[in-house]
Structure formats: C-alpha cells, structure tokens
C-alpha cells in the first residue's frame, strides 16, 4: 500500500470517532470525514451493493480527488470501507477522479481518470486518462500498463485536458466504457471505447455531442437501456438557463433513445432534466441483480456550494432512486427499500387547507411523506417545513401559474446564494400528488410519482422541525406521513 493510501486510510479511522453521528443524515449516505462530491463505481460486488466517491479526507473543501468506499445491502444502511484509491502514482499524481466499477472474474474492477500535469513554456496543462484497478473488494490494485486510455486517442482536435469520468459496462465478453471529452468546437461530446482486454481498448466513436447547445463540458456519462429505450445521461457544466427547464452552470440531464449496436449509433430523440432542485449533480446508475436500475446523485453542485464545515464531513448522496419509463418520460421513484424503515404512521384524509395550520404528528426531520392536493378554489398552496420561530423552507405549487417552488431563503443561510428554483408541473385528473423526503438537512420532492423531481440542502439547526399548511382558498388535501428510522 502507498504511504499516501495508508495516510489517508489512517486519517480518516482516526477524525470519524470524533464525528456526531446525530448530525448526520439518517437515511442518505455522508461521506466519513472531510470533502465529497460524486458517487462513483455504483456497482454491485459479491451480491452487496458498493458506493465509491470522490473523497479528500482532510478538509472539508474539495482538494488532491482520493476514492472513498463504502457498501450496503439495501441502499439505506451503509457501511463505511478504508479509502480505496489516493493519488499515489505520477499519471495521477493530480488526483484520481470520478469513474465506475463493475464485478469481472471475482474481482472488482474500478476504472477512473488519473490526472497528471504537464508544464510547457512555464505553464502547466492538466493531461487526463483513463487507467484500471483490480481488486477483491478493500484493496486495489493500479495496473502495470496505466493509462490504458489515452486523450491521444480520441479524434483530432478534441481537448487533451477534459477527458474524464469514465462509465465501464461488459456485454458479451467485452468491455465498453463511455467518456466525458471535449470536442474540437470546444462543447461536450461522449466517446465510445471497446475492449477484449481491460489493457487494449480502442477508440469507436462519438455517440453524441452538445454542439454548443446543451452547455460545455460533459462530465460523468452514464450509458444503459432502460426498458425499450437507451438513455445517455450527461452532467453539462456551463448551460444557460432556459426557461423553466434548466438553470445556469451545472446541470444533468438524461438523454433518451435508441441505439443500434450494429454500427454504435445513438439516436436521441429527447432531452429530460433529471432533477430540478438546488443541489444535485453528476448522479450514477447501477443495475440490481432483480434488474432494476439504480440512480444516485451527488445532493450539491459546483456553483453553488455551502460548505458544512461544522461537522466535519460535507457531502451527502441523493436517495437512491429506481427508474422507469412512462410514454418516453423517465420516472425516478426512491428505492423500495426504504419503505422497510418506514414507521408511526399518520394519515388525515380530506383536509381543507385554508389559513396556516399545523396537524398533529406531522413534523419531524427525518421523514417520508405523500400528499395529494384536490380543489380548485384556490391559487397557492404552501407547506413550510424545518420550522420554528423564524426559521423555515417552503414548497410553494402556483396552480394557476402551474409552478412549483422551493425555497429556502429563511432556511437559516448565511450565505448569499441561490435559494429558490421554479418547475413547471401539471395536475393529472385535477390532482398533484407530492412524495416529500426530508432527512435533516436535505428535502427531495417527487412530482406526480416520479415524473419530476426537486432536490435541494437546507441549512436549519434540527430542532426546528414543524411543518404547517396553508392556502389562498381552500385547497384540499390527503396526507400520510412516516417517521424513517434506521
Ligand atoms: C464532476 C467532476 C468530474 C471530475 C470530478 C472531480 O463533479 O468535475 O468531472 O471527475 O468532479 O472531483
């Protein structure tokens, strides 16, 4: 084991004793200690499910990329790993950055882009490629022949410094990695490599590209079918808003068509966002043995960053969502599994809501709660959540504007940022249904089962945890809420 590995394993053995688990989100995974932003190598191994994840252990700040470990058996209670991989050899010297796992032979393999850095005329260039470790589950091993993917290998003129974030599958003895890369009009593209060997890949082409449309760089491709359809999803950095659809800078949006495996072509015939809230970027897919497929999102973003250097740890992970397609439209759902941890149910059926109320039992920091809005003599409904005295954030639905809100500007920030995102949603059959996830410090909204989803970080102390209703007219309203206890 390198010294730098054995520094990290150490470090972070050492500083999680001193974290309080109380602050922690319950039902999310948080990283040990110190920085965290992408889930990378979402994969199942011996029959567990394993999250790795770009990782600085020692300060709350991203920094010198290491891989962070840690595997479940449903998705909900995780076990945290010794760091997997530190940036211990020269081609990766600058950091060893998001990529994917899958199981091969009895081993896990990771792969992931090494970066390095090379001075010319005084200056110095990042040089980003892709390179393979083997291992048994804890440890891992960097192949003799890194960098098995090279930038020089990508079509003339493509960028040597963004080429990152690769996605490994197998099918049918071979191997296939997807890769974020740059092309020569300076937008997005993602690179389709194939290999016999995990040390002989070869270029087969671009299976899509931004063209300046959709943003810049694309970071952290995913490839898979989803039912009769093939999804790409893409993480653009440098969008600009459009709409309501998509906000400035970071974004991730799912990619839907068709693919022919004959010639490698992807057909995309749709744009989806994947998630419309405040905090989420660079999600990753997986494959369950019972075959269905697995998102997972990193619940911040590049731009708008508040750091809980408080806790000594400041990353948290989406819950993991199931996907499935409805008319072309693809819906995320959290995983069944959570639904085990469900308890003290309180369910109130037909509530009028008109002037600010509470119900009883409903409130909490750590919940599962499903609501559907009927009525149509009113214009705005309000739920404010994580409240006390002044403090709250609320979910606002504008119906007749058809827009829903969430904002968390009283929330408790100290910080200038963006507090507030809009969605377009529509009713089906005269009714809106919410599925609302608050764990902490993070609020997940799912609109209409899944079809749309808002994501997004509060920063409220945990005491204050009521949640009260209100509205312009009289709306009305079935709720059941559940405590998640884990
Ligand atoms: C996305 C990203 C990736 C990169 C990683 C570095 O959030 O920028 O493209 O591999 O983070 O930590």
Not at 149 to 165: H, Y
Request: aromatic content about 12%; overall charge negative; glycine content about 6%.
């Amino acid at each position: 084991m390198s010294q730098l590995l054995e520094k990290a394993r150490e470090f972070e053995q050492k500083e999680l004793n001193k974290i309080n688990m109380e602050e922690r989100p319950l039902f999310h995974f948080s990283n040990p200690v110190g920085w965290m932003n992408d889930p990378n190598g979402f994969s199942d191994y011996h029959k567990e499910h394993h999250l790795f994840f770009q990782y600085y252990p020692y300060e709350t700040r991203w920094n010198s990329m290491h891989w962070g470990h840690a595997k479940s058996k449903d998705f909900i209670k995780w076990e945290y790993l010794p760091v997997a991989l530190a940036p211990d050899q020269e081609y990766d010297s600058y950091g060893v950055f998001s990529g994917s796992a899958i199981e091969d032979k009895g081993k896990q393999v990771l792969v992931y882009t090494g970066v390095n850095e090379i001075l010319k005329d005084g200056k110095a260039y990042a040089r980003q490629n892709q390179c393979v470790a083997i291992g048994d589950g804890i440890n891992y091993q960097k192949i003799a022949c890194n960098p098995v993917v090279r930038s020089d290998m990508l079509p003339e003129g493509s960028s040597r410094e963004d080429f990152r974030d690769p996605k490994i599958w197998k099918e049918e003895d071979k191997y296939y990695m997807v890769v974020g890369s740059r092309g020569n009009d300076g937008s997005g593209q993602v690179a389709l490599f194939s290999a016999d060997q995990l040390d002989s890949w070869k270029f087969v082409g671009i299976i899509d590209k931004s063209a300046n449309e959709l943003g810049k760089m694309w970071e952290c491709p995913d490839f898979y079918q989803l039912e009769e359809k093939y999804v790409l999803m893409v993480s653009p950095q440098e969008m600009e808003a459009k709409e309501r659809e998509f906000h400035s800078g970071n974004n991730s949006v799912f990619l839907v068509g068709t693919y022919c495996k004959c010639n490698y072509k992807f057909n995309r015939e749709k744009i989806q966002n994947i998630d419309y809230g405040l905090d989420f970027y660079a999600p990753q897919t997986m494959q369950t043995e019972d075959g269905r497929r697995i998102l997972i999102g990193w619940m911040q973003s590049w731009d708008n960053p508040i750091y809980q250097d408080i806790h000594g740890w400041s990353g948290m992970m989406t819950i993991p969502r199931e996907l499935t397609i409805k008319e072309g439209h693809i819906c995320q759902w959290p995983v069944r599994e959570l639904e085990k941890y469900r308890t003290g149910k309180v369910s109130y059926e037909n509530v009028v809501v008109g002037k600010e109320f509470s119900l009883a039992d409903i409130n909490g920091r750590s919940i599962d709660m499903e609501i559907q809005l009927t009525g149509d003599t009113y214009q705005k409904y309000k739920i404010k959540l994580a409240a006390g005295d002044s403090r709250y954030s609320e979910i606002i639905y504008n119906r007749k504007e058809k827009v829903l809100t969430f904002d968390r500007t009283y929330s408790g920030l100290k910080r200038d940022v963006t507090s507030m995102r809009s969605m377009y949603v529509e009713e089906e059959n005269g009714m809106l249904s919410l599925r609302v996830l608050v764990d902490k410090y993070s609020v997940e909204i799912f609109v209409n089962n899944g079809e749309q989803v808002m994501t997004s970080l509060i920063y409220t102390p945990l005491s204050e945890n009521s949640i009260s209703f209100s509205s312009d007219g009289e709306a009305c309203m079935n709720i059941t809420k559940y405590n998640i206890e884990v």
